[in-house]
């Protein structure tokens, strides 16, 4: 008898990506949370035969610089402008969980760097969106070799894509997120226990740990920076106010020892007269 995977914790649901169904065209894929991101690019643009590297994922714009997010079951899906695929136009629109329409958040745009991991969808004004057919965690990063750009694809590559996971899935925990799990068969994936799923918790609640360590220690360091900086700040207004004392000190002294001189030069005067004429 196969273990139960439905407990109070976990929620099992298929994110079925591409099967032995017909599904062949760019815009018949559904892509979900973890999926859809803004990425810092390097380079801009992909180009065929070098290593295209995306790292700082966020959540992703609209064409309005606004950010939107894929919560609850949300999706995106591709869709050609004007209803049929001319010159590789493509936007994007945003729907619910139950496939409600709720916006389109690019009107336009083209694909670059497509691959069976996943592409770049730019909307013609430099706001980019990566979507990937893997799994992908907020503050990681992933890199690439392109077989394209960095022009844009074309639509008889648009129309006959396919991403590289014949079976694609995910087991979704309220608490933690997503868990990426691949395979072949379903039967692998009813095969999990829930000492596997545990550890697979136990593993990613460690690495948030390890991440939340890191950012206390950046934040520490930027501390310790800004007190140093307040400390080098005050030394030199302190050595400025010393140099500026010494100035003063320095006329001063000056004034004084033209008045020793001046005295000094009275008192020579006096008693160089002669005594004789001193009267009496």
Not at 108 to 132: E, K
Not at 186 to 192: D, G, L, V
Request: a negative charge; hydrophobic letters at 30%.
């Amino acid at each position: 008898m196969q273990p139960r995977l439905y407990t109070s914790a976990f929620l099992a649901f298929y994110l079925v990506f591409c099967s032995t169904s017909s599904l062949a065209n760019i815009t018949d894929y559904k892509f979900y949370t973890n999926q859809v991101y803004d990425a810092q690019r390097s380079p801009a643009f992909p180009i065929a035969n070098n290593l295209f590297t995306l790292s700082y994922f966020n959540n992703p714009y609209r064409a309005n610089l606004t950010q939107y997010n894929l919560l609850d079951g949300g999706y995106i899906q591709l869709f050609y402008v004007g209803g049929i695929c001319h010159d590789g136009q493509v936007g994007i629109n945003h729907y619910d969980a139950k496939g409600h329409f709720l916006e389109t958040v690019q009107s336009t745009g083209h694909i670059y760097g497509l691959t069976n991991q996943g592409f770049l969808h730019d909307n013609d004004n430099n706001i980019g969106t990566f979507i990937s057919t893997q799994y992908v965690l907020n503050n990681s990063s992933l890199s690439y070799i392109p077989t394209t750009g960095p022009s844009p694809e074309s639509c008889s590559t648009l129309e006959s894509y396919k991403p590289s996971q014949t079976h694609k899935r995910f087991f979704f925990n309220f608490k933690q997120g997503l868990f990426p799990i691949t395979s072949s068969s379903p039967a692998k994936i009813n095969s999990i226990s829930e000492n596997q799923l545990s550890q697979i918790q136990q593993q990613q609640q460690a690495a948030n740990e390890i991440l939340g360590n890191q950012q206390r220690l950046i934040a520490d360091y930027a501390q310790q920076i800004q007190q140093l900086t307040a400390q080098l700040a005050d030394a030199n207004q302190v050595q400025k106010q010393q140099a500026y004392h010494i100035e003063v000190l320095e006329k001063k002294l000056d004034q004084y020892m033209q008045l020793i001189f001046e005295h000094c030069s009275t008192t020579e005067v006096q008693s160089t007269k002669n005594p004789d004429d001193v009267k009496r």
